[in-house]
């Protein structure tokens, strides 16, 4: 069964150095997304991505984050210069688009510690 | 503002013992509401998605409804590998590839 990758599954970074979170989302897919989820917090929308530019932001994407879609499969987050709030899981998702656009499927999730 | 409720926070249970979970929410038409499993440290697991009032699904011993307000998570005769976060959400209003609105989620330990 078809399923959406990251990697790493866990990342240390120093606070202020960028980091950039890499996700496969699943092939015939064309939505992909990136969430958030602090540590016993909610898991919070970050951006949509469709059609090679972003589609949604919500107010936590602010500049200091980007995604970029490289090639044809992988699709990344940047973090530009981290803070010590952006630790948290980060998880990816993807949807087929058209009548299934709203079912989104999620990735295992990278785990983001900033010391 | 889109706002997903659920409730209770977290619920221990018998294995055996039926219970249901409840997801209240608000929004300006909904397009769909999802009901996700996630187990500690993964990534939410979809299992259903209802889109008018009356509707119902099943898996297992899972069945989710849904009203006009608010949907249920039905767990019947829970097994300990049904325990796990079980999480609602909507999509956000606006048009695009829609994210998605979480609760924060039921909390479901299934004690042997």
């Known amino acids: 069964e078809p399923e959406v990758t990251q990697t790493p599954s866990h990342q240390v970074t120093q606070m202020g150095q960028e980091v950039i979170l890499r996700c496969v989302p699943i092939s015939n897919h064309l939505y992909f997304y990136w969430y958030r989820q602090i540590l016993g917090q909610k898991v919070e929308f970050l951006v949509s991505f469709y059609n090679n530019e972003i589609s949604e932001k919500s107010e936590i994407f602010d500049d200091q984050f980007s995604v970029e879609r490289p090639d044809g499969s992988n699709f990344t987050l940047k973090i530009r210069s981290t803070k010590l709030e952006d630790s948290a899981m980060y998880f990816c998702?993807?949807?087929?688009?058209?009548?299934?656009?709203?079912?989104?499927?999620f990735g295992p999730g990278t785990r983001l510690t900033v010391l | 503002e889109d706002q997903v409720t659920q409730s209770p926070e977290a619920l221990r249970l018998q294995e055996g013992e039926s219970s249901s979970l409840n997801c209240s929410y608000t929004v300006s038409g909904l397009r769909g509401l999802f009901w996700y499993r996630q187990d500690p440290g993964k990534g939410p697991e979809f299992l259903f998605t209802l889109y008018s009032a009356g509707e119902e699904k099943e898996k297992e011993r899972l069945k989710a409804t849904l009203t006009k307000k608010e949907s249920f998570l039905h767990i019947t005769a829970p097994k300990p590998e049904d325990s796990a976060t079980y999480l609602c959400?909507?999509?956000?209003?606006?048009?695009?590839?829609?994210?998605?609105?979480f609760g924060k989620g039921t909390h479901l330990i299934i004690q042997p």
């Open positions: 998702a993807s949807s087929k688009g058209l009548a299934g656009a709203l079912l989104q499927f």
């Open positions: 959400a909507v999509p956000r209003t606006g048009g695009g590839a829609d994210g998605l609105t």
